[in-house]
């Protein structure tokens, strides 16, 4: 799974450090205060997500209908998007692709994601009513995908000559470049469908240190579960409520939840990794997690 930050079972610091971080860039940087965090979620139902036949699914978006896409490993090792859709799991592979990953949806089914061509290179695309289409930001060498709003407009991540990431925002034909101000690295990984258009994603400081942030009505604001050592916000409802993982002081990865200001914790029970991906807008959430032998699994958890 190469989006987010190819997260292993013994460290989750965020999403693909070297291929995703994004945002717009406009003034004022505010830090999210460090808020009360609740134990854990009460009444969470966990369902598990496996691609039949695979050796690992990462769930990573769901839309309000319920269709989940994401990507699974076949047993020669070699990634490939799915939409799981009213019990069904369709596979798809972009033209000429050596790897293929599906990474946003949207109410009306439209899908975005990248792949990798034979040559090497990576490209964002979008898949629209069965009409393929490449996406590349202008001038880049390396373009990701990662979500899409209800609009059509389209979040991820771009590299540039020089091999530094920035996020993007693609809307109405337009490209609009979105650095954190002040990092080093930006990726824009959800679009928000609430009324502010908020986006979230993250970025990495001139130490090297993780955080998440929310870009709304032209505001930055950083997002750090508190005492973790990285955080990373992946996903946010029309509510405003948000996902992603972080690291906790003792290097395990957790999934979070950010809704009304307060954290909280989010584990599939067994699991010594739990990434949250996204959450729709009746609540659910949908992400993966890596089992005690290591194998990775998409998960629902229903509200």
């Known amino acids: 799974m190469k989006l987010f930050h190819a997260i292993q079972p013994s460290n989750v610091r965020s999403a693909n450090r070297t291929k995703c971080k994004t945002l717009m860039?406009?003034?004022?940087?505010?830090?999210?205060?460090?808020?009360?965090?609740?134990?854990?979620?009460?009444?969470?139902?966990?369902?598990?997500?496996?691609?039949?036949?695979?050796?690992?699914t990462f769930a990573i978006r769901a839309n309000p209908r319920g269709d989940i896409v994401g990507d699974y490993q076949d047993s020669s090792g070699v990634s490939h998007g799915f939409l799981l859709s009213k019990g069904t799991f369709t596979s798809f592979d972009a033209?000429?692709?050596t790897h293929t990953e599906e990474l946003g949806i949207n109410p009306s089914g439209d899908?975005?994601?990248?792949?990798?061509?034979?040559?090497?290179?990576?490209?964002?695309?979008?898949?629209s009513k069965g009409?393929?289409?490449?996406?590349?930001?202008?001038?880049?060498?390396?373009?990701?995908?990662?979500?899409?709003?209800?609009?059509?407009?389209?979040?991820?991540?771009?590299?540039?000559?020089?091999g530094n990431g920035h996020g993007f925002l693609l809307s109405k034909g337009k490209f609009t470049k979105i650095d954190f101000p002040g990092a080093i690295f930006t990726a824009a990984d959800g679009i928000g469908v609430n009324p502010q258009g908020g986006i979230?994603?993250?970025?990495?400081?001139?130490?090297?240190?993780?955080?998440?942030?929310?870009?709304?009505?032209?505001?930055?604001?950083?997002?750090?579960?508190?005492?973790?050592?990285?955080?990373?916000?992946?996903?946010?409802?029309?509510?405003?409520?948000?996902?992603?993982?972080?690291?906790?002081?003792?290097g395990n990865g957790h999934g979070f939840l950010l809704s009304n200001g307060t954290f909280a914790t989010i584990d599939v029970p067994g699991a010594i990794v739990t990434v949250a991906a996204s959450i729709t807008p009746q609540g659910d959430i949908v992400g993966f997690y890596?089992?005690?032998?290591?194998?990775?699994?998409?998960?629902?958890?229903?509200?």
């Open 200 to 250: 979230v994603g993250d970025y990495v400081d001139t130490s090297g240190n993780d955080h998440g942030f929310l870009l709304s009505k032209g505001k930055f604001i950083t997002i750090d579960f508190p005492g973790a050592l990285a955080t990373n916000a992946f996903g946010i409802n029309p509510q405003g409520e948000i996902v992603g993982p972080y690291t906790d002081s003792s």
């Open 131 to 162: 009409k393929f289409s490449t996406i590349d930001f202008p001038g880049a060498v390396s373009t990701l995908a990662f979500g899409i709003s209800p609009q059509g407009d389209i979040a991820g991540v771009y590299f540039d000559s020089s």
């Open 290 to 303: 890596f089992d005690s032998s290591g194998n990775a699994h998409g998960f629902l958890r229903s509200k």
């Open 25 to 56: 860039l406009l003034t004022a940087t505010t830090v999210l205060a460090t808020l009360p965090i609740s134990v854990g979620l009460s009444a969470q139902q966990f369902t598990t997500i496996d691609v039949p036949g695979a050796t690992a």
């Open 95 to 97: 033209p000429g692709a």
């Open 111 to 127: 899908i975005v994601g990248f792949y990798i061509d034979s040559s090497g290179n990576d490209h964002g695309f979008l898949l």
